[in-house]
């Protein structure tokens, strides 16, 4: 599993550089997210543009790392194609995660809006101006 990993401001950004995420690469995926943990930054945003495919077994290595990071450190999903995110909204995942339509700028993170700290107001939609596209609904 190939995955390219920078910080982002006060965030880690960590691109999947696959266009599937599936049963044959979700095991690859959870050991590079294992040790991509191991950088600092929070968030961490995971870039999912280039990601056409994914399974049931990709949507729980996606679940699994959040398990990981922790309650502390969210993550947050960016960029996600159609496909994708059509699979997110059937499984109400996008219900638990915050999802952007893009990666966020650096100067929308840290600052108390949407994005930022994965556990205020539970809206969705953003905050109006500079919304970076962002949606999270309570969990």
């Known amino acids: 599993m190939k995955l390219s990993i920078k910080p982002h401001g006060p965030a880690l950004l960590i691109r999947i550089e696959e266009h599937r995420l599936d049963a044959a690469v979700a095991l690859g995926f959870k050991d590079a997210m294992r040790e991509a943990a191991d950088q600092p930054g929070t968030p961490v945003l995971l870039d999912m543009s280039q990601v056409d495919f994914l399974d049931s077994s990709g949507l729980g290595s996606v679940v699994a790392a959040m398990k990981l990071l922790g309650p502390g450190r969210p993550l947050e999903l960016c960029g996600l194609t159609a496909n994708v995110a059509k699979v997110f909204r059937l499984t109400r995942m996008d219900s638990v995660f915050a ?18 700290t994965g556990s205020g107001g539970g809206t969705q ?9 962002s949606t999270r609904a309570s969990a």
């Open 99 to 116: 999802l952007h339509e893009r990666v966020p700028p650096v100067a929308a993170l840290g600052n108390g809006g949407r994005g930022s």
């Open 125 to 133: 939609g953003g905050s109006g101006s500079g919304d970076t596209g």
